[in-house]
């Protein structure tokens, strides 16, 4: 099975501030690499697929990128709702989850 | 409007058995791949199956293959999952998931899970 590793685990942002979410893939997927987001007690929501193409209804804050092994994540400005875990998502498998707050 | 409801979850002793269900509404059940994720308690998200959208294909992460198997009915609209030789690390919430067209496991739609507890 393909192992993703997503970085940092947890982070602490100040609203309005660029959020960077990386996941690298123990070999390479292409584009097929999808972000979420969990909040407490919720199912997850799509947010990316392909790496890069934003879901529907997704606001334009967030955005990823890359191809092969490595892959990222941005919010362009931190808002107090996106106080959420992130997961990326390779081949079905999951990173290990960004638990983003707010400073 | 789109609708995952799973169902079949509970306590169940280890080694034992379960089947989960999932009855879905709102779409072409019969056009979609689907998924099975869990989410231990405190912890993150497993992939754990995926079924074609006429159930001619079916993949397994390797922590379930042979214990577990993903089926389908597209008559009833319904997404199953049955769980063999249960352990302790399989207690978790267990999402069903509808895959989007023509992006590999994307995860578009989920249901609100079904609980199962392994325990004697």
Known sequence: DIQMTQSPP???????DRVTITCQASQDISIYLNWYQQKPGKAPQLLIYDASNLHTGVPSRFSGSGSGTDFTFTISSLQPDDISTYYCQGHGTFGGGTKVEIK | EV???ESGGGLVQPGGSLRLSCVVSGFTFSGFWMSWV???PGKGL?????????????NYVDSVKGRFTISRDNAKNSLYLQMNSLRAEDAAIYYCARERVAARVALEYWGQGTLVTVSS
């Open chain 1, 10 to 16: 947890s982070l602490s942002a100040s609203v309005g």
């Open chain 2, 46 to 58: 497993e992939w754990l199956a995926n079924i074609k959208d006429d159930g001619s294909e079916k």
């Open chain 2, 3 to 5: 609708h995952l409801v």
């Open chain 2, 38 to 40: 869990r989410q231990a």
